[in-house]
């Protein structure tokens, strides 16, 4: 893997969440969208200023679920009616009230585990190197009691002389660049 | 941190509000001085009683031209308009109850219409009364009610042998005298309890303490008490009523899952309707500034919880009687499914399963208000089109055989009579208090700001 080197992006610390979400606002209503929040704990209002409620995880969890139950039942079918034909109180081969349940069962489980994978694909989790590791402000205190908004550098809008004014209007505690 | 601190305290009537235009939802809302239901609630009342007025003249037309069989049609769709008024009054009491065990912000936006629900039940006592009247139309109890009119009855060849063995088997039950004594307790519950809970709840917003952690608990646990058990008697009850009114139709089958194939249909239509109820109130005050999205969504997967759970009983009866396939129950489905009867049965799967567990999967269905009103006013159609699959085919001249008749029109008709009827009542006792509880924690936490989930 060759070495990246430059700038990940400005990060802005904040004492509150308050400033935080503010500073979140403008910056989406100025035309800045590679930007991310890091709290110690989930701040509603920032996952709304970022605007990320859309994601793909439902679309996946959706596709999960109709692959399993057309795999159940189709799977049982064949079991039933084609490759091992067995005569059970006279009912037909194909009685399909009986496939019912476990179609539902692998409807449930594919659901499920598309929900999990995609939602892990997605993240990209697991994620052993982030760039912002790299400010010791944010290791310090991105767990505990500090609100982080960074700005990231592969936003078109970005530059790092304006982006860094751009932040310094917030009144925030620190706006350091972060390396990759 | 002056900003920041400015930054929550603006509230949207800030004069200088073009600078906060982006933020203005951030702090609480406040609710209007005038609580109490709005006018438009008059007018859905005038609306209510010239539906039921429609109804009723078009049904005496259904009935008298309807030769022989138009007066009985007339008789089962009364039956099942009232079941599923009932299902409104008892469903609602219920809900009613349950939320004050579980606790939650659902429960605070939907109490004051699930109390209008529950303080119709002395309606569907007297409603009840011509179904009892007229019972012989209607149920093999009631046409022979003795052992001497069973005997007669078989040697005239109007029972067959089970039938008759069913009945005298099922007397200390099923009887006029004995359901009638089943029914009016099962209602001297409803009314005791819809009466305590919805006095206590206008009593708890008097409270002089109101607002206080004392007086929270104090109601809070008060209500609680009553409502558990609660639940647990009108579950029993209702499976008594699910049993002498729908059930019996035919006398010699039976279903253990019964009561709870009607439990879980009641909360469906119940959710669907209070859900319908409050959208509505919400184009006006005080629902207006009270009912948020995040309550909508929520009560929107709890309504896909009942959905599902209706499905899977109404399925796992199938499916165990299906296994069975034995002659003492198959003939239930048999009837159902036969001689075009199939076509309904489908439908209904569509209906009453199918669109709405499609819809209520998506997220943004469930946040937007018109959809959803939509969806719940098909739901409460659904309900009904479920119950003509359970009553209609127990009868002998549609067992297996669905045709059409003029008595059919009846199905549509009478349900619009009596829920006119209902719904006139019901919407009265929604006017007659204010729209939102006060004295609650969760008054408050509905007037923050809403957060996207």
């Not at chain 1, 109180?89 to 069962?105: C, H, K, N, Q, T």
């Not at chain 1, 594919?110 to 994978?117: D, E, I, M, T, V």
């Not at chain 2, 046409?143 to 005298?168: D, I, M, R, W």
């Amino acid at each position: 893997m060759p070495v990246q080197e430059g700038i990940y992006g400005l990060l802005a610390e904040f004492d509150a969440p308050g400033p935080m979400v503010h500073a979140t606002e403008v910056a989406r209503a100025a035309g800045y969208r590679r930007m991310e929040c890091y709290t110690p704990y989930p701040v509603e209002e920032a996952a709304t200023a970022l605007d990320v409620h859309r994601n793909r995880v439902p679309l996946m969890t959706l596709m999960g679920g109709i692959m399993g139950l057309t795999t159940a039942f189709l799977m049982q079918t064949w079991m039933s009616a084609i490759s091992y034909p067995v005569n059970i109180a006279g009912r037909p081969l194909f009685s399909w009230p009986a496939f019912i349940i476990p179609a539902y069962e692998w409807t449930i489980l594919f659901a499920g585990l598309s929900a999990a994978f995609s939602m892990l694909a997605l993240n990209g989790l697991p994620q052993p190197y982030h760039p912002l590791f790299n400010a010791p402000n944010f290791r310090v205190g991105a767990t505990d009691d500090k609100f982080f908004l960074c700005l990231e550098a592969t936003d078109p809008k970005f530059d790092l002389v304006e982006t860094r004014a751009f932040l310094d209007q917030f009144h925030a505690a620190s706006v350091v660049e972060v390396d990759l | 941190m002056a900003h920041g601190h400015e930054h929550y305290e603006a509230g949207a009537g800030d004069p200088g509000a073009a600078a906060h235009a982006l933020h203005a939802d951030h702090g609480p809302r406040v609710l209007p001085a005038d609580l109490s239901a709005p006018p438009a609630v008059a007018a859905w009342k005038t609306r209510a009683l010239i539906a039921a007025a429609g109804g009723l003249i078009v049904s005496a037309i259904i009935g008298v031209i309807g030769g022989p069989l138009g007066f009985d049609h007339v008789v089962r769709a009364y039956l099942l308009g009232w079941m599923l008024c009932f299902g409104f009054a008892g469903g609602g009491l219920c809900l009613l109850m349950l939320q004050y065990v579980s606790g939650g912000k659902w429960g605070l936006v939907l109490r004051r219409p699930l109390e209008a629900m529950a303080n119709t039940s002395w309606l569907l006592l007297v409603l009840f009364i011509p179904i009892i009247a007229f019972g012989k139309r209607l149920y093999l109890w009631a046409a022979f009610p003795t052992a001497e009119a069973v005997e007669e009855g078989v040697k005239q060849h109007l029972l067959t042998e089970s039938q008759a063995h069913s009945l005298n088997w099922k007397r200390l039950m099923l009887s006029p005298v004995h359901v009638s004594i089943e029914i009016v307790l099962v209602f001297a519950f409803m009314i005791g309890v819809g009466f305590i809970l919805s006095n206590w709840s206008l009593a708890r917003d008097k409270d002089p303490n109101a607002g206080s952690l004392a007086s929270f608990e104090y109601w809070r646990i008060k209500s609680e008490n009553l409502s558990g058990i609660g639940v647990l008697i009108y579950v029993i009850l209702l499976t008594v009523v699910a049993i002498d009114l729908v059930m019996s139709l035919d006398i010699t089958w039976y279903s253990t899952m019964y009561g709870f194939i009607f439990l879980v249909g009641q909360g469906y239509g119940v959710l669907a309707l209070g859900v319908h109820t409050i959208i509505r109130l919400s184009k006006y005050e005080p629902l207006k500034t009270a009912l948020r999205k995040t309550e909508q969504y929520d009560l929107g997967k709890f309504m896909l919880g009942f959905v599902m759970l209706n499905i899977y009983l109404s399925f796992a009866q199938f499916l165990i009687i299906w296994s069975a396939n034995s002659p003492e129950e198959i003939p239930w489905y048999l009837n159902r499914i036969h001689g075009g009867w199939w076509v309904i049965c489908s439908l209904d799967f569509i209906f009453h399963w199918v669109i709405p567990f499609c819809l209520l999967l998506s997220r943004s269905f469930k946040y937007d208000s018109r959809k959803m009103l939509a969806l719940t006013g098909w739901m409460i159609f659904a309900r009904a089109f479920d119950l003509f699959w359970m009553i209609e085919p127990n009868f002998n001249d549609a067992k297996g055989n669905l045709h059409f008749s003029v008595g059919i029109l009846a199905y549509i008709f009478v349900p619009i009579f009596v829920g006119g009827v209902w719904l006139y009542f019901y919407f009265t006792n929604l006017a007659s208090r204010p729209l939102i509880v006060l004295n609650d924690p969760h008054t408050a936490e509905v007037l923050e700001p809403e957060h996207a989930h």
